[in-house]
């Protein structure tokens, strides 16, 4: 069965430090993968998604992430954080075929920025 | 551009009463919509799934239901709520069919049961 697991619940990270949130993804067959933002009390904001082609891809906001077949990874970055990016980070794989169209989701890191 | 809205956005009831949480999306024809509920600190848990008028998946045992009515709404009810249906219900669309589409989602409904 697919499942995604985002192994850190909180990070913290100060303002102008890089970043790097982890999501390991199981998936039989070619991962649709998703990075999604949750500031409280709202909803879900897709941060970038791959499909195929480049295992690079670039967002929204400045994050990108990169998927590592070998690792089965889909690990969202940023180079430099700012206080507004505080909020829950999660990770989704989607699960398509025959009358199935649905996302996998992770637990979310919940990331916290010091000043 | 596509928009989705839900109702209310927040709503406290007491145990033992009934629920509707409506959702609808416009820009759009023939999407899929989902319901999720996210418990407090925990990820998000898929409800229901809808890739058609009349075609809603169940994903998890409850005493919640969904209809879809129209072609896009979506809407979530209960006839006895529990203590345990308190949460954050997202409502979600995608591009309609099995394809592998992204989810965009609404801005939440945020459910006390009392």
């Known amino acids: 069965a697919q499942s995604v697991t985002q192994p850190d619940i909180h990070i913290t990270v100060s303002e102008g430090a890089s970043l790097e949130l982890r999501c390991n993804y199981s998936?039989?067959?070619?991962?649709?993968l998703f990075w999604y933002v949750q500031s409280p009390g709202q909803g879900l904001q897709l941060l970038l998604k791959?499909?195929?082609?480049?295992?690079l891809v670039q967002g929204i906001k400045g994050f990108e992430a990169e998927f590592k077949r070998s690792q089965s990874s889909f690990n969202l970055r940023k180079p430099s954080v700012h206080w507004s990016d505080a909020a829950e980070y999660f990770c989704?794989?989607?699960?398509?075929?025959?009358?199935?169209?649905?996302?996998?989701f992770g637990t979310g890191t919940l990331l916290a920025i010091q000043p | 551009s596509q928009t989705i809205h839900q109702w209310p956005a927040t709503l406290v009831q007491p145990v033992g009463s009934p629920l509707s949480l409506e959702c609808t999306v416009e820009?759009?024809?023939?999407?899929?919509l989902y319901w999720y509920r996210q418990a407090a600190g925990r990820g998000l848990q898929l409800l229901f799934y809808?890739?058609?008028?009349?075609?809603i998946s169940s994903e998890v045992p409850q005493n919640l239901s969904a209809s879809r009515p129209q072609d896009r709404q979506f809407i979530l009810s209960s006839k006895k709520l529990l203590l345990s249906d308190s949460g954050f219900y997202l409502c979600?669309?995608?591009?309609?069919?099995?394809?592998?589409?992204?989810?965009?989602f609404g801005p939440g409904t945020r459910l006390t049961v009392t």
């Open positions: 979600a669309w995608s591009r309609g069919g099995t394809g592998a589409y992204e989810q965009y």
């Open positions: 998936y039989g067959a070619t991962p649709y």
């Open positions: 791959y499909f195929s082609g480049d295992t």
């Open positions: 989704a794989v989607g699960s398509y075929g025959g009358a199935t169209n649905k996302l996998i």
């Open positions: 820009g759009t024809s023939n999407p899929n």
């Open positions: 809808s890739i058609g008028i009349d075609q």
